[in-house]
Structures are given as C-alpha cells and as structure tokens.
T-cell receptor, first 113, second 113 residues
C-alpha cells in the first residue's frame, strides 16, 4: 500500500494569506509531483522534482512554489492566496525508473475566500 | 505532443451492466498505459497498467488491452457494482526520465442499484 500523506486535507483561508501544503512519502521515491485538479476533474501538472534540490515547473503555469530539501518531503507554498487558487491539490511520487506508476496522496482541498 | 482522449461522461449504468470507457492516445514511441480510479474525496489509485502492445492489464474485474494498431486502451468490466462509482482516468507515461504522466480528462461513472 502506498504511503504518501498530505496535510491539511481541507483548508479555508482568506485572501492574501501565505499557505504551505505539506506532502510526505515514506517509500524513498526520488520523483515527486504536484497536480492541480479543477472542478471538471481534469488534472494539471504544476510542479515536479527528480530528487533533492531539484524542482521543475509543470505543464500548467502556477503562482505556487515548491522545495525539495529532503527526499521524503515536497511542500507547496502560496505566498499570497487568491480566490483563483481555490482547487484540489494532489501530490504524487514515483520511483526513479521511467515506467514506474505514480502513487497519489489523498489531496488537499483549498478554498480561498 | 503526447495526449490522451477519453469518452465524455458522466456514464450512468444499472448494477450488473457491462462497462466500457473508451480511451485513445497519441504518442511518439511506445508509452506505458494506465487506468487510475478516484473515489469521492480521495486521491487517485492505480487500477491497472500495460507496458507494451497486446498486454492486458486486469484488476478487480476490470480489464484493458494495449492496442497499438488502434492506439487505444479501453477499460471494460463485465458486471459493475454500486461501489464502482468513481472517476476513471486513462494516462500514458512518456518513458522519459521525467516519469511524467499525461492524463485524459476523466470519466465519471455512476452505478445505480
């Protein structure tokens, strides 16, 4: 069973606040990913990482930033939340080989008022 | 670029009906193909996968066959249950070092008793 965790599961916050969404995995995976899922359920890759000190922007432009200081931890930060950031955020990880499946966390549902 | 197209949803079926969710892809090379399932309020779970042409992935009564000639990976189940109600995503891995998955737009399945 996959061991990837996200906190908080739900967050309601006011405009202008700084927030950090946490993602941790205990599988020792080198690759980690952040997806944004819109109300129509479509998934958009916004950030990914090959390993420690590696971060890349995904296919969808995002005002969020990420860091990868430890293998198991891949937090996502919004410096100043806006209503347009309201969405579901999913974190995933995979092993280093190219064909490995991705394991997903349960997601964080963010609402910015 | 690579892409995945799924049949439009929602799909509504009665319990014990036969299920087909169509998925076609466009890719250079020979990608690995996946079906993921997302139950309400949860992250994505891998349902099945196939890594080369003519491979059949199967799990929990679901099946899909990698058809290179028609660039398809249709999901089927002979007899659906209410508990199968979820959103289903078809995806391909581009086999590059990024390990990125390209997802279809998702198909919502609702099974009625």
């Amino acid at each position: 069973e996959a061991d990837i965790y996200q906190t908080p599961r739900y967050l309601v916050i006011g405009t202008g606040k700084k927030i950090t969404l946490e993602c941790s995995q205990t599988m020792g995976h080198d690759k980690m990913y952040w997806y944004q899922q819109d109300p129509g359920m479509e998934l958009h890759l916004i950030h990914y990482s090959y390993g420690v000190n590696s971060t890349e922007k995904g296919d969808l432009s995002s005002e969020s930033t990420v860091s990868r200081i430890r293998t198991e931890h891949f937090p996502l930060t919004l410096e100043s939340a806006r209503p347009s950031h309201t969405s579901q955020y999913l974190c995933a990880s995979s092993a280093l080989t190219g064909e490995s499946e991705q394991f997903f966390g349960p997601g964080t549902r963010l609402t910015v008022l | 670029g690579d892409s995945v197209t799924q049949m439009e949803g929602p799909v509504t079926l009665s319990e014990e009906a036969f299920l087909t969710i169509n998925c076609t892809y466009t890719a250079t090379g020979y990608p690995s193909l996946f079906w993921y399932v997302q139950y309400p309020g949860e992250g994505l779970q891998l349902l099945l996968k196939a890594t080369k042409a003519d491979d059949k992935g199967s799990n929990k009564g679901f099946e899909a066959t990698y058809r290179k000639e028609t660039t398809s990976f249709h999901l089927e189940k002979g007899s659906v249950q209410v508990s199968d109600s979820a959103v289903y995503f078809c995806a391909l891995s581009d086999r590059s070092n990024t390990g990125k998955l390209i997802f279809g737009q998702g198909t919502t399945l609702q099974v009625k008793p």
